[in-house]
């Protein structure tokens, strides 16, 4: 009784015994590995050539080719053995792998565009986003707003709208504004859904802050915005970070409103994805490799976030 | 100290005297009314702009029978028809008899999974952050991104799933398709959802598993209190309010589901997976019935609002703790 009172004793009631750690541990690493195979064959299919990738019965074992990656640049013609014989030698390593199948490059395809504009509508939005909502947090977070609890509210409100039930009337306005297909469109699109997640976060993590330290500085002849922007936002930084990558993930990944409004000059790389085309259907290996390159930055960003993955996929709800 | 927001307060950041603050405290610059204003103002007027005012245009649509297809037509206004028509279509209740399934059984599976991954992960093995890592991953993928590569997997001949099925019951791979069967395809929205969801539900169970003080334990120890009756008593109360949080989010969602459904069955076969998000899109961007669609949107946001409500209440009580 005694010793199980004393604290490093205590401690182990409560730990596990390492025959029942074994065991979770066995189940969770045999559920991670499951989880993770569909993402591994994605991988792994980005590295197949066309034949190998609608094999059937499907391959595991096969020989790695960057035809998938060079498909999903280019655009290419077929030609007949006798044109493609004539043709000066190959200059380049992805010119002689097309040519190995019969084909000409013709030209660059889509996705870089596609890719380009993924990136400026993502850091656009998220900029103006963790812009706006680190103002409105802080004014949430610092001073007595009447009703604040209601407009809290209608932020967070917005985003619980389905975005197709969204998209009508943004539709129909942005036919009338001229912003349909258009970058700055979906920017102010994905800066509205993305500012109530920064508001609801930011304000949790300005929350954290000690008012002390702003009052220090107050009675020290610093202005507010002067204490905000010396005392406030160096101690944010890590919380406008984390909310800055989430919106980031938010845009990046974004797919309703993309395909809906956007058809060409704006569009972002998840409405194109499916739709890389090779002959006979989809391009099995260039969407792999569309779907590799495009997956990268997330699970470094997750891996990065994750110690505020919680607060950000609760809206700050649940802290650790 | 008053009210701060006040609009007449709201002067323009250059224009303002400094110094005429109404605060308590003597604070040099602009008054804290004004930076209050100043601050929440375009958050607000870009939610009207964006939000607001759009969802007003539509509600004055949900009563017209406006035709993007035939514009040409004079706007003309239907009173309540449309959500007479939608409310006694049976296609429409069938869709959100569909979209309720689907909710209920990929929530139920995912609290399922996500409990239990938490309840282990909670033992603090050796490694368990990395795994817990890479047990995250697909909840963190473009929803659309996900339901275009899983055809992939769960093509009957080309893909790998159904050769994973055959190795375990014996049944041929290309005797049944995941997206292309009536009987199946249902089930397969929901599987893909969980793959991507469960860590969802994981990862604030275990929040809520990591809340519960040791000395609760402690004493229950010393009271011999089994294993079980520590689960029953402790643990799944305390996790309780996470639980719920982690249900009002995933059913929320999951109402909305329409991306990666979209691009994984895109509805079929037939509509046997036709959730009401799609319905409206269909009826919104096919078929271009604009005042019909807006109806049925009004209706779902009402629908949502309901819920979100519930949400905010459950999210309150999880944050007093």
């Known amino acids: 009784m005694t010793a199980a009172l004393t604290k490093s004793t205590a401690h182990s009631i409560v730990e596990a015994s390492p025959r029942a750690k074994m065991v979770a541990g066995g189940l969770v690493i045999l559920y991670a590995v499951i989880t993770i195979l569909p993402l591994v064959w994605i991988v792994a299919t980005a590295f197949k050539s066309q034949s190998d990738a609608i094999a059937y019965p499907p391959k595991v074992i096969f020989e790695p080719t960057l035809e998938g990656f060079v498909n999903l640049f280019t655009v290419r013609t077929r030609q007949t053995p006798d044109f493609i014989a004539k043709l000066p030698p190959p200059e380049t390593w992805y010119d002689k792998l097309v040519r190995q199948r019969d084909m000409v490059i013709a030209g660059p ?48 409100s917005t985003r619980m709208m389905p975005p ?32 109530s997640l920064a508001v609801w976060l930011l304000k949790g993590f300005i929350d954290e802050i000690p008012r002390e330290y702003e009052e220090a500085a107050l009675v020290d002849g610093y202005t507010r915005l002067q204490a905000l922007r010396k005392v406030v936002l160096p101690q944010a930084v890590t919380g406008i970070a984390a909310t800055a990558i989430f919106c980031l993930i938010f845009s990046w990944n974004e797919y309703a409103f993309a395909v809906l409004l956007t058809s060409g000059e704006a569009q972002t790389m998840p409405p194109f994805i499916p739709f890389i085309i090779g002959e ?41 | 100290m008053t009210t701060i927001l006040q609009p007449d307060d709201a002067t323009f950041p250059g224009m303002s005297e400094p110094a005429k603050s109404r605060t308590a405290r003597p604070v040099r610059g602009l008054s804290d009314r004004t930076i209050a204003w100043l601050f929440v103002a375009p958050t607000i007027a870009l939610l009207l702009a964006i939000n607001i005012f ?8 949900s009563f017209t029978s406006l035709n993007l297809s035939m514009s040409y037509l004079p706007l003309r206004f239907v009173g309540l028809d449309n959500f007479t028509d939608i409310l006694t279509d049976e296609d429409v209740w069938f869709r959100l008899q569909t979209t309720a399934q689907f909710v209920i059984w990929s929530v139920a599976l995912q609290v399922i999974i996500g409990y239990g991954l938490a309840l282990l992960i909670n033992r603090q093995f050796r490694g368990h952050s990395f795994w817990t890592t890479i047990i995250l991953l697909p909840m ?182």
């Open chain 2, 140 to 321: 963190m993928l473009s929803p659309a991104v996900v339901g275009n590569f899983w055809t992939l997997l769960l093509q009957p001949q080309i893909g790998p799933f159904n050769y994973v099925i055959s190795l375990f019951t014996g049944v041929p791979p290309s005797s049944f398709s995941m997206t292309g069967q009536v009987s199946l395809a249902p089930w397969t929205i929901v599987l893909v959802d969980t793959w991507m969801w469960a860590p969802y539900v994981m990862l604030i169970c275990l929040a809520g598993l990591r809340s519960i003080p040791d000395y609760i334990y402690e004493a229950a120890e010393v009271d011999r209190a089994s294993a079980w009756r520590q689960f029953w008593s402790i643990t799944l109360p305390m996790t309780v309010p996470f639980l719920m949080l982690a249900v009002l989010f995933r059913a929320i969602e999951n109402f909305k589901m329409f991306d990666m459904v979209n691009l994984l069955t895109s509805g079929g076969p037939g509509s046997t997976t036709e959730l009401v998000s799609i319905t409206l899109k269909r009826a919104a961007f096919e078929k271009w019935r604009t005042g019909y669609s807006s109806a049925l949107a009004i209706i779902l946001f009402v629908t949502v609002f309901g819920a979100a409500n519930i949400y905010v209440k459950a999210l309150n009580k999880v944050k007093q703790r």
């Open chain 1, 109 to 156: 395809s889509k996705v870089v565009p596609r890719f380009v504009n993924s990136l400026i509508i993502g850091f656009g939005s998220t900029f103006l986003a963790v812009f706006l909502g680190t103002l409105a947090a802080y004014a949430f977070s610092r001073f007595r707003i009447p009703l604040a609890n209601d407009l809290l509210f209608f932020i967070l």
């Open chain 1, 280 to 320: 006979g259907g989809q391009d099995w290996p260039a969407v792999a490799a569309a779907t590799t390159l495009f997956v990268v930055p997330i699970v470094l960003f997750t891996v990065l976030l994750r110690k505020h993955l919680l607060r950000g996929i609760t809206f700050g709800a649940v802290r650790k």
């Open chain 2, 54 to 61: 759009p969802l007003l245009w539509m509600i004055r649509l």
């Open chain 1, 164 to 195: 197709v039930a969204v998209a009508i009337p943004i539709y129909l306005m942005y036919r009338q504004l001229n912003l349909t297909d258009t970058r700055l469109g979906m920017i102010l699109l994905y800066t509205a859904v993305n500012v």
